[in-house]
């Protein structure tokens, strides 16, 4: 596991920048974001994700992975649907996932290619599947390609650990939360993962 080239110098930067975060990134100092590399299994991860805590994503995903035996897109697209529904997933997220199967089985998407591409790019690209929303395209830019200014407004876990770091009332706005997030670019990425990190004992990871 390889810590992303700019974690430590991000580190510095948003600790000068912002003592209170710097006081999360002081709290877990060995901790780091690391990529899966594989495409497939971070969308998929992420599509289990959607709008579910992470002990719960982590349950269902701990299910799915026991009877899969091999992620990947064909394994997935050959699931019976009640196997899948035993693993806790709703009868959407199955459909998602075997949308998302078939884009790769009929490479309808080229993840190859997107190291040459822009943030907005890639989720404009992942938007074309079903399923996939900005917030799941937004994982996939953190957790996969290890893009370092990425800030996911959507992301309830994001909202939280913010208003608890600054002593904030429980929720604030989308737009609020991005006009905060301007002092900590370029490296927002960083920020969400510390701010995820001061919520749950496990890192989040896809």
């Known amino acids: 596991m390889k810590k992303p080239i700019f974690w430590e110098k991000a580190k510095k930067d948003l600790t000068k920048k912002d003592k209170k975060l710097g006081k999360i990134i002081s709290t877990y100092p060995k901790d780091f974001l690391f ?20 002990q719960a994503a982590q349950a269902v995903w701990n299910k799915y992975e026991k009877k899969i035996k091999k992620i990947n897109p064909e394994n997935t697209i050959k699931m019976h649907f009640m ?6 997933l709703s009868r959407q997220k199955i459909s998602y996932l075997r949308h998302l199967s078939l884009s790769f089985i009929k490479n309808e998407i080229s993840p190859s ?9 890639i989720i404009i690209e992942l938007m074309k599947i079903k399923g996939i929303g900005r ?3 937004e994982m996939y830019l953190i957790f996969n390609l290890c893009r370092p200014d990425v800030f996911p407004a959507d992301d309830l876990g994001l909202i939280k650990g913010i208003c608890n770091c ?3 009332k429980y929720p604030i706005t989308k737009d609020r939360a991005i006009k905060m997030s301007e002092k ?7 920020a969400t993962w510390y701010f ?5 004992p496990i890192p989040v990871e896809y």
Do not use: M
Request: aromatic residues 16%; proline residues 4%.
């Open 83 to 88: 196997t899948l529904k035993s693993c806790g």
């Open 113 to 121: 290619k997107w190291h040459k591409y822009s943030d907005e790019e």
């Open 196 to 200: 995820w990190r001061s919520l749950d």
């Open 184 to 190: 900590w670019k370029p490296y927002r990425s960083v």
């Open 166 to 168: 600054y002593n904030i």
């Open 35 to 54: 990529s899966k590399s594989d495409p497939f299994y971070t969308l998929a991860r992420s599509i289990v994700g959607q709008q579910i805590s992470v």
């Open 135 to 137: 917030w799941t395209a």
